[in-house]
């Protein structure tokens, strides 16, 4: 086949319909990558780890922009894909720091992101991954739990079920008591 003879990707799609794909993409990215690293960072306390986790839950994204762009919140899809890397990737170092924990004391850490009471962050930190991720989003994000739910993989009732433990372990942790309302 000649060079003339041959289609390539560049000449089924007009360059103006490639130009505007690229440009709503890259609105997009600019607009929500910011508020996905915050959220993932809350998973997983590594503000380095987070920025990997959501350009690698974008480039997912990006990779199938075309169809993904016509949903009605394309935002949600791309934190959901974060959130489930994020919880893999919590459990993960879990593991890997208690292996690691057991050889040595661990440093203190600067996550690069201060709240008003530490004691909360740590609290926070000792959640198992999935109730980490309910905390943050309904809490802190101030997600509706349906939002949540859908976002880390489970049914609206048992986000309400892992809010609710959740809550009980940092009241415990802080010492502080907590009622049995969680909306």
Same mark, same amino acid.
Do not use: N
């Given at each position: 086949?000649?060079?003339?003879?041959?289609?390539?990707?560049?000449?089924?799609?007009?360059?103006?319909?490639?130009?505007?794909?690229?440009?709503?993409?890259?609105?997009?990215?600019?607009?929500?990558?910011?508020?996905?690293v915050?959220?993932?960072?809350?998973?997983v306390?590594?503000?380095?780890?987070?920025?990997?986790?959501?350009?690698?839950?974008?480039? %997912?994204?990006?990779?199938?922009?075309?169809?993904?762009?016509?949903? #009605?919140?394309? #935002?949600?899809?791309?934190?959901?894909?974060?959130?489930?890397?994020?919880?893999? %990737?919590a459990?993960?170092?879990?593991k890997?720091?208690?292996?690691?924990?057991?050889?040595?004391?661990?440093?203190?850490?600067?996550?690069?992101?201060?709240?008003?009471?530490?004691?909360?962050?740590?609290?926070?930190?000792?959640?198992?991954?999935?109730?980490?991720?309910?905390?943050?989003?309904?809490?802190?994000e101030?997600?509706?739990?349906?939002?949540?739910?859908?976002?880390?993989?489970?049914?609206?009732?048992?986000?309400?079920?892992?809010l609710?433990?959740?809550?009980?372990r940092?009241?415990?942790?802080?010492?502080?008591?907590v009622?049995?309302?969680?909306?």
């Open positions: 086949m000649s060079p003339s003879t041959r289609s390539t990707m560049m000449d089924v799609v007009p360059m103006s319909s490639r130009r505007r794909r690229h440009d709503d993409y890259r609105d997009f990215f600019v607009g929500r990558y910011p508020q996905v915050r959220t993932v960072w809350f998973v306390h590594d503000w380095a780890v987070a920025e990997e986790v959501a350009q690698d839950a974008f480039l %997912e994204l990006y990779r199938d922009w075309s169809r993904l762009r016509e949903f #009605d919140r394309p #935002d949600l899809w791309v934190r959901r894909v974060a959130i489930r890397r994020a919880q893999r %990737e459990a993960r170092r879990m890997r720091e208690a292996v690691e924990q057991a050889a040595a004391d661990p440093a203190p850490v600067d996550d690069g992101i201060r709240l008003l009471d530490p004691d909360l962050v740590a609290a926070i930190r000792d959640l198992p991954a999935r109730q980490r991720a309910v905390v943050v989003l309904y809490y802190l101030d997600l509706p739990m349906a939002e949540v739910a859908d976002l880390v993989g489970c049914s609206t009732s048992t986000g309400f079920v892992h609710h433990h959740a809550r009980k940092l009241a415990a942790a802080l010492t502080l008591e009622d049995d309302d969680v909306r």
